[in-house]
């Protein structure tokens, strides 16, 4: 495959003058959320909270400890039997008093999540938007419920089946959609009827506490606890608490494992959505064009820090020149900047110098391998995390780049010769979380769709996301559903009641 593709890329675009995203008064307490209220940790010790596109101190958050998670624990399992007893109407009506908060305060928690990721303001806004249909979902579903009926399956026995709570939670969410991904377990948790721990991202966790601020006269004290701080000791301690139910992680494959292991012991359930290394399958009647704009999206969206990422293009060789240069078209026309440099920004910075220098060592190193550089390649200059967005090709099957998550702003490119390789190709990684298909025939969409290891599979589309289906993956990216009634499913627990009415 061959591209004649000017490999320049326009840098980093600056607010025009020092504009804040933040206000001091705009952020939340730094401290603990424990049964209804900010409180101090059991240490002095603070973490540092980095803007990544200035790399400034914005905030500093406690470094919680065991000490810390206990007495959330507590606070929680002193408020379940409460919250558990209240009607699906009662809780449902809370969840859409919750979502009402959402809305009236969408600037503020857009904006502190972009100061606090980098993420465009476009991207952080549509967060909210999605947090707040997320509880308006649930807030309806958990209202019709449905299950098996009840009936006598066995002579003179009528069968009863109940839905129960669990009871507390142990969550812990991810630092590339903080709010998102904590509403994405918050919700369903609170509509089935439980109470949760959770602890945020430390390097990401102000619109978590935000939200535990700005909901705290909505919710009964205890059904909602924020504990800060790093996996170890905190995540860990919520794996193994004997007094939690279940342990709910969306985080890296490492962080799945461990956290597993941990909740063994107890032999308390687990939900892992865990990473992602989606395939792209263009074959040779695909809308070229259409695939290469939503690749523009899909495969750069938050920066290319999104799990379900179009980052992996498998294209028939008869078209693969052709698409590339449709690609890169569309990846060199991308406006990367800081949040507050317009409302065009696509493209922010990665979320942490740790994280930049692992994307930038993946870049590096498949330079190194031969694999070519279309466009990007590399860092942008400073200050801030930022790295080009990038396509890369000429890269050979089973090579790092194209096996392993980078979570950035990266796409590669693969070419295939008929549909059995494509398949097989797509299906060889670790992970199994999304995938899509690129095709005009609506026979081979069908037949390509089944047979590819993905939790979700997309059609002449990619990343497009709704409350009322599932999103969870296979293999590597974990088990366990988020968004949906699955949701439901799994922060709840069947009870088989049979009652013997023989006379």
Same mark, same amino acid.
């Given at each position: 495959?061959?591209?004649?593709?000017?490999?320049?890329?326009?840098?980093?675009?600056?607010?025009?003058?020092?504009?804040?995203?933040?206000?001091?008064?705009?952020?939340?307490?730094?401290?603990?959320?424990?049964?209804?209220?900010?409180?101090?940790?059991?240490?002095?010790?603070?973490?540092?909270?980095?803007?990544?596109?200035?790399?400034?101190?914005?905030?500093?958050?406690?470094? +919680?400890? =065991?000490? #810390?998670?206990? @007495?959330?624990? !507590?606070? *929680? /399992?002193? %408020?379940?039997?409460?919250? &558990?007893?209240?009607?699906?109407?009662?809780?449902?009506?809370?969840?859409?008093?919750?979502?009402?908060?959402?809305?009236?305060?969408?600037?503020?928690?857009?904006?502190?999540?972009?100061?606090?990721?980098?993420?465009?303001?476009?991207?952080?806004?549509?967060?909210? +938007?999605? =947090?707040? #249909?997320?509880? @308006?979902?649930? !807030?309806? *579903? /958990?209202? %019709?419920?449905?299950?098996? &009926?009840?009936?006598?399956?066995?002579?003179?026995?009528?069968?009863?089946?109940?839905?129960?709570?669990?009871?507390?939670?142990?969550?812990?969410?991810?630092?590339?959609?903080?709010?998102?991904?904590?509403?994405?377990?918050?919700?369903?948790?609170?509509?089935?009827?439980?109470?949760?721990?959770?602890?945020?991202?430390?390097?990401?966790?102000?619109?978590?506490?935000?939200?535990?601020?700005?909901?705290?006269?909505?919710?009964?004290?205890?059904?909602?606890?924020?504990?800060?701080?790093?996996?170890?000791?905190?995540?860990?301690?919520?794996?193994?608490?004997?007094?939690?139910?279940?342990?709910?992680?969306?985080?890296?494959?490492?962080?799945?494992?461990?956290?597993?292991?941990?909740?063994?012991?107890?032999?308390?359930?687990?939900?892992?959505?865990?990473?992602?290394?989606?395939?792209?399958?263009?074959?040779?009647?695909?809308?070229?064009?259409?695939?290469?704009?939503?690749?523009?999206?899909?495969?750069?969206?938050?920066?290319?820090?999104?799990?379900?990422?179009?980052?992996?293009?498998?294209?028939?060789?008869?078209?693969?020149?052709?698409?590339?240069?449709?690609?890169?078209?569309?990846?060199?026309?991308?406006?990367?900047?800081?949040?507050?440099?317009?409302?065009?920004?696509?493209?922010?910075?990665?979320?942490?110098?740790?994280?930049?220098?692992?994307?930038?060592?993946?870049?590096?190193?498949?330079?190194?391998?031969?694999?070519?550089?279309?466009?990007?390649?590399?860092?942008?200059?400073?200050?801030?995390?930022?790295?080009?967005?990038?396509?890369?090709?000429?890269?050979?099957?089973?090579?790092?780049?194209?096996?392993?998550?980078?979570?950035?702003?990266?796409?590669?490119?693969?070419?295939?010769?008929?549909?059995?390789?494509?398949?097989?190709?797509?299906?060889?990684?670790?992970?199994?979380?999304?995938?899509?298909?690129?095709?005009?025939?609506?026979?081979?969409?069908?037949?390509?769709?089944?047979?590819?290891?993905?939790?979700?599979?997309?059609?002449?589309?990619?990343?497009?996301?709704?409350?009322?289906?599932?999103?969870?993956?296979?293999?590597?990216?974990?088990?366990?559903?988020?968004?949906?009634?699955?949701?439901?499913?799994?922060?709840?627990?069947?009870?088989?009641?049979?009652?013997?009415?023989?006379?």
């Amino acid at each position: 495959m061959t591209t004649s593709a000017d490999l320049t890329t326009a840098g980093v675009r600056r607010a025009a003058q020092a504009r804040p995203l933040i206000a001091e008064a705009d952020l939340p307490p730094a401290r603990h959320f424990v049964d209804g209220a900010f409180v101090e940790g059991s240490t002095e010790r603070v973490i540092d909270v980095v803007d990544p596109s200035s790399e400034a101190v914005i905030a500093r958050i406690p470094e +919680g400890t =065991a000490e #810390d998670v206990d @007495r959330a624990v !507590a606070a *929680a /399992v002193a %408020a379940k039997n409460e919250w &558990a007893g209240r009607l699906p109407r009662e809780r449902s009506e809370l969840l859409h008093a919750i979502a009402d908060r959402l809305v009236e305060n969408t600037e503020l928690f857009s904006r502190l999540e972009s100061a606090n990721t980098g993420k465009p303001l476009a991207v952080s806004t549509d967060d909210v +938007g999605q =947090a707040v #249909d997320t509880f @308006r979902f649930m !807030a309806g *579903a /958990v209202r %019709a419920t449905t299950s098996l &009926a009840a009936g006598d399956y066995a002579e003179n026995h009528l069968s009863v089946i109940l839905r129960e709570p669990l009871g507390v939670i142990g969550v812990i969410t991810p630092w590339n959609y903080p709010l998102l991904m904590a509403v994405w377990k918050i919700a369903p948790i609170l509509a089935a009827g439980n109470t949760l721990v959770i602890k945020p991202s430390e390097q990401t966790p102000l619109t978590t506490l935000k939200f535990a601020e700005l909901v705290a006269d909505l919710l009964p004290p205890g059904v909602l606890n924020v504990v800060n701080g790093y996996g170890s000791p905190v995540g860990a301690r919520l794996a193994e608490h004997p007094d939690l139910n279940m342990i709910a992680l969306t985080g890296s494959v490492n962080s799945g494992r461990a956290v597993a292991r941990a909740a063994a012991d107890t032999l308390k359930r687990v939900h892992l959505e865990l990473g992602g290394k989606a395939p792209v399958v263009v074959f040779p009647d695909a809308d070229l064009t259409a695939a290469a704009s939503a690749l523009r999206v899909a495969g750069f969206w938050n920066s290319g820090q999104e799990c379900g990422a179009a980052c992996r293009v498998l294209v028939h060789e008869s078209v693969a020149e052709r698409f590339v240069g449709q690609l890169v078209g569309e990846v060199q026309a991308l406006v990367v900047g800081e949040p507050q440099a317009g409302e065009d920004v696509e493209v922010g910075p990665m979320v942490s110098k740790a994280h930049f220098d692992r994307v930038t060592g993946y870049l590096e190193r498949a330079k190194k391998d031969g694999v070519r550089v279309a466009t990007g390649g590399g860092a942008l200059d400073g200050p801030g995390y930022f790295v080009a967005p990038t396509v890369l090709v000429d890269v050979p099957e089973g090579a790092e780049a194209a096996r392993e998550e980078i979570f950035g702003p990266v796409i590669t490119v693969e070419t295939f010769t008929d549909e059995d390789e494509a398949v097989r190709r797509a299906n060889d990684v670790p992970l199994g979380l999304s995938a899509s298909v690129w095709t005009e025939n609506a026979r081979r969409s069908h037949d390509i769709a089944a047979r590819l290891d993905f939790g979700t599979v997309w059609v002449n589309s990619h990343l497009v996301l709704a409350s009322e289906v599932p999103w969870g993956g296979f293999k590597g990216s974990g088990y366990g559903r988020d968004l949906s009634i699955y949701a439901l499913d799994d922060y709840s627990r069947t009870k088989h009641v049979m009652h013997n009415h023989e006379r």
